[in-house]
């Protein structure tokens, strides 16, 4: 059974990086067809992609998080990381990883989420 | 990028009641790309319904999905009390809808 982790500061001060892991246990990182993602939620609010990566590297980006959001995976450790740059307080929210199939894009497996604060 | 409109925002049942929730996207999708999940306070979104019309591992049958092209829905058939929650659609590929919220009347 595939589960994530996340992992990482809960409290980032403005205009710094955030920075998350996820940890993939029960199961491969590089086996199957599927892309490992990150998705945030503010808190009241609904849910937003931030972007994802595939084991080859291949990343995908929400276009409006773009220019601040780099993804990486390190498949020898089973992880894969978010970062993301210049936060401000808009970027408070619940981030979550999960894994969703190349073939039909469905997250079917999901971490339980960090919160994560900006505030300095 | 496509649009994923949810109604209503909230629907307001009692236990027993068939919900109907809708999701329209901006433009046409594949039926396979739209999903469905559910979030209640606290926790993590579930995955209920992939390809549209699939349940995922473990959903019980009164849920159901259907619908092509840019109209698509997500049916109790019966609700029970642990159903009561946020449902979000997500298109492959884009963000999700905005919720609809499915509260005790």
């Known amino acids: 059974q595939v589960q994530l982790q996340e992992s990482g500061p809960g409290l980032v001060k403005p205009s710094q990086t955030l920075s998350l892991t996820c940890t993939v246990s029960?199961?491969?990182?590089?086996?199957?067809?599927?892309?490992w993602s990150w998705i945030r939620q503010p808190a009241g609010k609904g849910l937003e992609s931030i972007g994802r990566?595939?084991?080859?590297?291949?990343?995908n980006y929400n276009p409006s998080l773009k220019s601040r959001v780099t993804i990486s995976v390190d498949t020898s450790k089973n992880q894969f990381s978010l970062k993301l740059s210049s936060v401000t307080a808009a970027d408070t929210a619940v981030y979550y990883c999960?894994?969703?199939?190349?073939?039909?894009?469905?997250?079917?497996?999901w971490g339980q989420g960090t919160m994560v604060t900006v505030s300095s | 990028e496509i649009v994923l409109t949810q109604s209503p925002g909230t629907l307001s049942l009692s236990p027993g009641e068939r919900a109907t929730l809708s999701c329209r996207t901006s433009q046409s999708v594949s039926s396979r790309y739209l999903a469905w999940y559910q979030q209640k306070p606290g926790q993590a979104p579930r995955l209920l319904i992939y390809?549209?019309?699939s349940r995922a591992t473990g959903i019980p049958d009164r849920f159901s999905g259907s619908g092509s092209g840019t109209d698509f829905t997500l049916t109790i058939s019966r609700l029970e009390p642990e159903d009561f929650a946020v449902y979000y659609c997500q298109q492959y590929g884009s963000s999700f809808g905005q919720g609809t919220k499915v509260e005790i009347k």
């Open positions: 390809g549209a019309s």
């Open positions: 029960g199961g491969s990182i590089s086996s199957g067809s599927y892309y």
């Open positions: 999960a894994r969703d199939s190349a073939y039909d894009g469905a997250f079917d497996i």
């Open positions: 990566i595939y084991t080859s590297g291949s990343t």
